[in-house]
């Protein structure tokens, strides 16, 4: 119940749906108003995000499927979260883990969030991360597979361009997902700060 992935996309959603409506000179709908205001809080367990409010145990029974929990703030702007509680997740989440089961979007989304906390070193580390299921072949492939596993491409695209470009709120300067100690020279064009 209440998964908090999932009621960070509808918060984000909604709000987004209410904002073009007003940009399109058009009042936001009340439905989506209420929806939103009667959203239930991110849930909290032990000062850290949880998968949802159900879930017992996840940080050594589940610690092998996406961590979704995350995505709230990396992939998603962050709307109804707690910077240092989701900052205790991504860190609990590096030391517990079980990596060599993950593959697909994960590290990517890792990767987002750590930047959005200003700590682009972890950031690098997730994308570089030596898991086989987040290796990619001569031809850009993840799997190992004949065909591209879009959620490991595309996530890895979207977290450079992130890095690179930005997001609403980012620091002020060229790259504000990579190191600035000049250990990384990033040019880009033609990218948009994420939201």
Same mark, same amino acid.
């Given at each position: 119940?209440?998964?908090?992935? !999932?009621?960070?996309?509808?918060? +984000?959603?909604?709000?987004?749906? &209410? !904002?073009?409506?007003?940009?399109?000179?058009?009042? &936001?709908?009340?439905?989506?108003?209420? $929806?939103?205001?009667?959203?239930?809080?991110?849930?909290?367990?032990?000062?850290?995000?949880?998968? %949802? !409010? $159900?879930?017992?145990?996840?940080?050594?029974?589940?610690? +092998?499927?996406? #961590?979704?929990?995350?995505?709230?703030?990396?992939?998603? #702007?962050?709307?109804?979260?707690?910077?240092?509680?989701?900052?205790?997740?991504?860190?609990?989440? =590096?030391?517990?883990?079980? +990596? %060599?089961?993950?593959?697909?979007?994960?590290?990517?989304?890792?990767?987002?969030?750590?930047?959005?906390?200003? !700590?682009?070193?972890?950031?690098? %580390?997730?994308?570089?991360?030596? &898991?086989?299921? +987040? =290796?990619? *072949?001569?031809?850009?492939?993840?799997?190992?597979?004949?065909?591209?596993?879009? #959620?490991?491409?595309?996530?890895?695209?979207?977290?450079?361009?992130?890095?690179?470009?930005?997001? *609403?709120?980012?620091?002020?300067?060229?790259?504000?997902?990579? #190191?600035?100690?000049?250990?990384?020279?990033?040019?880009?064009?033609?990218?948009?700060?994420?939201?």
């Amino acid at each position: 119940m209440n998964p908090t992935f !999932e009621l960070g996309y509808w918060r +984000f959603g909604l709000r987004t749906a &209410s !904002e073009w409506s007003k940009r399109l000179g058009k009042e &936001s709908k009340k439905p989506w108003t209420e $929806v939103l205001n009667g959203l239930a809080p991110l849930p909290v367990r032990d000062g850290m995000y949880v998968l %949802d !409010e $159900v879930v017992e145990d996840f940080w050594t029974k589940y610690n +092998f499927e996406h #961590p979704a929990l995350i995505g709230t703030y990396g992939m998603l #702007p962050g709307d109804g979260v707690d910077k240092e509680t989701v900052r205790r997740t991504l860190h609990k989440i =590096q030391q517990v883990w079980n +990596f %060599d089961r993950t593959w697909g979007w994960d590290f990517p989304m890792l990767a987002m969030c750590a930047a959005r906390l200003g !700590e682009p070193n972890r950031a690098l %580390d997730f994308l570089l991360h030596p &898991s086989g299921g +987040f =290796q990619f *072949d001569g031809r850009g492939l993840a799997t190992g597979g004949p065909y591209p596993y879009f #959620p490991s491409n595309g996530a890895l695209l979207y977290a450079v361009a992130m890095m690179a470009a930005g997001w *609403d709120g980012a620091p002020k300067t060229n790259a504000p997902g990579f #190191p600035q100690d000049g250990s990384w020279t990033i040019r880009y064009e033609g990218l948009s700060p994420a939201p």
